[in-house]
């Protein structure tokens, strides 16, 4: 990842919530655009330290990397860590394409009892516990951008997007965390 101390980070200092919703940033994370063919999906997660999911809106974490499902042939992968995504992904002889993205995008992490109707103000997707529960992940709109989703937890949520667009929907969120009730 590139050197962070030259960038001024997304959303620094922005806070916002409501008495059941919490909204902050998530701390500067490594990210890796992966497309690999699913012949070479186990050497993949062999070099990542991490099992690649293969069904539709599922996640896989191990330490500080978390693997996100976004196609058959398709994923994010953050790491929270150390990063060394793409030299992972390269180490691993298999044919992939690996696009760090780590600067393109930033996360808001949302939680509290009010986090779904929260999300709800601009997403249409069912995030009920049984239609999305812990782990689950989709990308999506929120507004009239895309976004990642991941359920974090119960009431926990990880929205990632790009950082140009990363005033817009923190204010979103601001906005619809005034109306979210636990």
């Known amino acids: 990842?590139?050197?962070?101390?030259?960038?001024?980070l997304p959303l620094a200092g922005?806070?916002?919530?409501?008495?059941?919703?919490?909204?902050?940033?998530?701390?500067?994370?490594?990210?890796?655009?992966l497309r690999a063919r699913p012949d070479d999906v186990a050497a993949l997660s062999s070099a990542l330290k991490l099992a690649l999911p293969t069904a539709?809106?599922?996640?896989?974490?191990?330490?500080?990397r978390t693997a996100l499902w976004l196609g058959p042939d398709e994923?994010?992968?953050?790491?929270?860590?150390?990063?060394?995504?793409?030299e992972a992904a390269a180490s691993s002889g298999a044919l992939h394409s690996a696009t760090d993205v780590s600067h393109r995008n930033t996360a808001i992490l949302?939680?509290?009892?009010g986090a779904v109707a929260t999300l709800n103000g601009g997403c249409p997707l069912d995030l009920s516990l049984k239609a999305f529960p812990v782990g689950a992940c989709a990308?999506?709109?929120f507004g009239k951008i895309e976004v990642v989703l991941l359920r974090t937890a119960e009431d926990s949520?990880?929205?990632e997007c790009w950082r140009s667009f990363s005033d817009y929907a923190f204010g979103l969120l601001a906005e619809a965390?005034?109306?979210a009730c636990s």
């Open 1 to 8: 990842m590139a050197e962070l101390a030259t960038r001024t």
């Open 14 to 33: 922005a806070h916002g919530g409501s008495a059941s919703v919490r909204l902050q940033p998530a701390a500067p994370a490594n990210r890796i655009s």
């Open 56 to 64: 539709p809106k599922t996640s896989a974490m191990n330490g500080t």
């Open 75 to 86: 994923w994010l992968v953050i790491d929270e860590g150390e990063g060394g995504l793409v």
């Open 110 to 113: 949302v939680s509290g009892p």
């Open 139 to 141: 990308r999506t709109l």
């Open 157 to 159: 949520f990880r929205l």
């Open 177 to 179: 965390a005034e109306d």
